[in-house]
């Protein structure tokens, strides 16, 4: 089928388009070539250098599109306060521009990147009083070097669960903010517009083409850069926060797997899947395994140090993506952050 690609040349876009053109879809690739991701860098060859908030303007590339799969955004943790009109233009406004540009060409499937970021805490068990939503972790607790969460009835540390889908959306950064924003935006379009979509919630996703060391990037190529500057990475807290790496590979995969789900299904469906390893691992553990791959014997320094915006653990469920649209991931941590030390990355 005929598949409009939003942030083709982006790390997950690359492989996305890659994994479409393999299964024998046909791919229209749109993308800015946002500064902050690509410096001057040119377009690669058979991509359309447009902004998804004109989508109006170049809604003729939409023509024969059977459905859209909306990666273009402005990524990381917004670091400053000063990036959030930035979060609000690229991904609400896009979003919004994009959706109402496929309603005008008759096109009624999406799949939306969207991302664990949505659920800001993950999910927390008290051994007396069952399932806890810890509210955010107290300045003076991380200073003590008490990084846990603590049961709001008892006070007892909080065990960690995996996250489903139902989980309450509870965004605690600009960009956060910005991708519950984009589920909802299309959840509104699927109504109004007798559409349907997908939005896939991709967990901490490592791997080829990565971006390298920047603020908003994520902490895999930041573990990287250090060890390639024959530094220890420097790990946060005690290293105990737990994660799921998912590889850039398997997301790719999960892309294909949805939007084949989605063409095949009618209109009215809106729904939302982890994509995650199901192998939770540690930061502490992600720099250990990152450092192994580059064979240079450099162990990690656990600092201590805590910034206040993070979340503690959040590790998800990936029985909802295993169930519907019958996708596991092939790429273990274990194998794929080792490989990740030397593979090539987006300059
Ligand atoms: N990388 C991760 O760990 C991760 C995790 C969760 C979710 N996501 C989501 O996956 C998607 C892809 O992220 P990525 O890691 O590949 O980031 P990326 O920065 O590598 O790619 C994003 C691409 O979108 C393009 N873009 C931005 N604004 C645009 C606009 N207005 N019009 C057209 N193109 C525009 C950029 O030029 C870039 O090529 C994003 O929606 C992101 O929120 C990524």
């Given at each position: 089928?005929?598949?409009?690609?939003?942030?083709?040349?982006?790390?997950?876009?690359?492989?996305?388009?890659?994994?479409?053109?393999?299964?024998?879809?046909?791919?229209?690739?749109?993308?800015l070539?946002?500064?902050?991701?690509?410096?001057?860098?040119?377009?690669?060859?058979?991509?359309?250098?447009?902004?998804?908030?004109?989508?109006?303007?170049?809604?003729?590339?939409?023509?024969?599109?059977?459905?859209?799969?909306?990666?273009?955004?402005?990524?990381?943790?917004?670091?400053?306060?000063?990036?959030?009109?930035?979060?609000?233009?690229?991904?609400?406004?896009?979003?919004?521009?994009?959706?109402?540009?496929?309603?005008?060409?008759?096109?009624?499937r999406?799949?939306?990147?969207?991302?664990?970021?949505?659920?800001?805490?993950?999910?927390?068990?008290?051994?007396?009083?069952?399932?806890?939503?810890?509210?955010?972790?107290?300045?003076?607790?991380?200073?003590?070097?008490?990084?846990?969460?603590?049961?709001?009835?008892?006070?007892?540390?909080?065990?960690?669960?995996?996250?489903?889908?139902?989980?309450?959306?509870?965004?605690?950064?600009?960009?956060?903010?910005?991708?519950?924003?984009?589920?909802?935006?299309?959840?509104?379009?699927?109504?109004?517009?007798?559409?349907?979509?997908?939005?896939?919630?991709?967990?901490?996703?490592?791997g080829?083409?990565?971006?390298r060391?920047?603020?908003?990037?994520?902490?895999?190529?930041?573990?990287?850069?250090?060890?390639?500057r024959?530094?220890?990475?420097?790990?946060?807290?005690?290293?105990?926060?737990?994660?799921?790496?998912?590889?850039?590979?398997?997301?790719?995969?999960?892309?294909?797997?949805?939007?084949?789900?989605?063409?095949?299904?009618?209109?009215?469906?809106?729904?939302?899947?982890?994509?995650?390893?199901?192998?939770?691992?540690?930061?502490?553990?992600?720099?250990?395994l990152?450092?192994?791959?580059?064979?240079?014997?450099?162990?990690?320094?656990?600092t201590?140090?805590?910034?206040?915006?993070?979340?503690?653990?959040?590790?998800?469920?990936?029985?909802?993506?295993?169930?519907?649209?019958?996708?596991?991931?092939?790429?273990?941590?274990?194998?794929?952050?080792p490989?990740?030390?030397?593979?090539?990355?987006?300059a």
């Open positions: 089928m005929r598949v409009l690609l939003t942030g083709s040349a982006g790390f997950v876009g690359t492989a996305v388009g890659s994994a479409l053109e393999d299964d024998g879809h046909e791919v229209v690739r749109v993308d070539m946002l500064p902050m991701a690509h410096g001057a860098g040119e377009p690669p060859p058979g991509t359309h250098r447009v902004d998804v908030r004109d989508a109006q303007t170049w809604g003729e590339l939409l023509a024969g599109v059977e459905v859209v799969c909306h990666q273009a955004a402005v990524v990381g943790a917004g670091v400053k306060v000063g990036d959030l009109p930035d979060y609000a233009a690229h991904n609400d406004l896009g979003t919004a521009a994009l959706l109402a540009a496929m309603h005008e060409a008759d096109v009624r999406l799949v939306l990147a969207s991302s664990m970021v949505v659920y800001g805490e993950g999910r927390y068990a008290c051994p007396r009083h069952g399932v806890q939503a810890p509210p955010a972790r107290a300045r003076d607790a991380l200073d003590a070097g008490d990084f846990e969460n603590h049961c709001p009835v008892c006070g007892t540390g909080l065990g960690w669960e995996l996250v489903d889908e139902d989980a309450r959306l509870d965004p605690r950064s600009s960009y956060a903010a910005s991708k519950v924003a984009q589920e909802h935006y299309t959840s509104a379009w699927v109504r109004q517009a007798d559409s349907s979509a997908v939005a896939l919630r991709y967990h901490n996703v490592y080829p083409g990565m971006p060391d920047t603020p908003y990037s994520g902490v895999a190529a930041m573990f990287r850069s250090s060890l390639e024959g530094e220890p990475p420097q790990v946060f807290e005690d290293g105990g926060q737990m994660r799921d790496f998912v590889h850039v590979s398997d997301v790719a995969r999960a892309n294909v797997a949805a939007l084949e789900s989605v063409v095949g299904s009618g209109v009215g469906r809106f729904d939302a899947y982890n994509v995650c390893s199901g192998e939770p691992v540690s930061i502490l553990r992600v720099a250990e990152v450092g192994k791959g580059t064979g240079a014997g450099i162990a990690p320094e656990v201590g140090g805590y910034r206040l915006g993070d979340v503690r653990h959040v590790v998800a469920s990936p029985a909802r993506a295993r169930a519907d649209l019958g996708f596991e991931a092939g790429v273990g941590p274990a194998e794929g952050l490989a990740f030390a030397t593979a090539p990355l987006r």
